[in-house]
Structure formats: structure tokens, C-alpha cells
């Protein structure tokens, strides 16, 4: 009997379990990561429907009603995801009001809307005579280059920015959340 080879089968069943314990665990962290990339994705999308429902809501009052502009106040109550946005219209002006690009070219309504499912959007809504930089910034001769043209004839036209962000947790919550996400959509006209 030779006694050199005892213990070899141990020794094999050894590395075996130690190379598939190895395996398992490299599998196991894999698919811990994909658990929690596909968890932070989901929530990403949650952002990017709050920030799209918020511009949506924004464009259908303005379109609809011009509801952002500053003109005589309509007597409609603006509702979003069955959420009234303000009970009185953000202008208050008696009667139909014009752009003075001279003295005045923005107008800037922001408003916030909790949506049903949790979620939140702020909205920022600006109209000004003239062009819009990225910025918000309005430019009553036009933009050229991205940049406010310093004179030349003042345009008529009436130009809306709608910057909407949005959040997977509620509007109370963005502050202090330390799991929040925030997602941006701009719409210009």
C-alpha cells in the first residue's frame, strides 16, 4: 500500500469547494449591483415622468388659456393629475396688459405640483417680448449666437420658456431626502 497519496481526494474536494464558494460570491455581488443600478434606473425614470407630467401641465394651461401670460385673468382653475395648481391666477391685472420690453420684459410664474403616485415637479413658466436665453434671461432685440443683440428693433414676438424639474420622492421631501433624484425638461416656443 502506498501511503504518499493519502489525503489527495481532501485535498481536490478542498479546491473544489473553495473555486465554486469563489464563483458564488463573485456571482452574488454581480447581481447585488444589477439589483441596485436597476433600483437607482426606475427611480430615474420616476424623476424624468415627474419632470415631463410638470412641462406638460405648463404647456396645456398656456396653450389652452394662456393662463402664464399676463392678461386679463381667466376664470378657469387650472388642474394637473387632479391637483388645482392655483386657486387665483398667478396675474392680477384688470385689464389686458401688453409687453414693455423697455421696462419690464419677464414675466415669471413657478408653481409646484405633488403628483398622485408621490412624486414632484417645480415649474417655472417665463414669457418675455423678445428672445430667451438658456439662461432665462430675455432679450427684448433678439439673440444671436446665444448672446442678447444690444440694440436694433425691438422684436413683437413672444417668446415662453417652460423649465420643469422633477423628483421621485414628494415635493416636501426634496429638501431632506437623501435618496432624491431630480430629472430636467425645458420646452422654449
Known sequence: MNTTQRGFTLLIAALVASVVLSLASAIFSIAQKQVTLASLSQQSQYAFYAADT?????????????????????????LCDGTTLFSAPPYTIASPATYAPSSNPEYTTTFSLQLKNGDCATVSVIKCQGGLLDSGVCCPYGVTNGVCNSSGTTMTTISTQIRSNGFNVACSSVATSQTVLQRSVELNY
Open 54 to 78: 410638470g412641462a406638460e401641465c405648463a404647456l396645456y394651461w398656456d396653450v389652452r388659456d394662456a393662463y402664464f401670460a399676463p392678461v386679463t385673468p381667466t376664470t378657469v382653475t387650472p
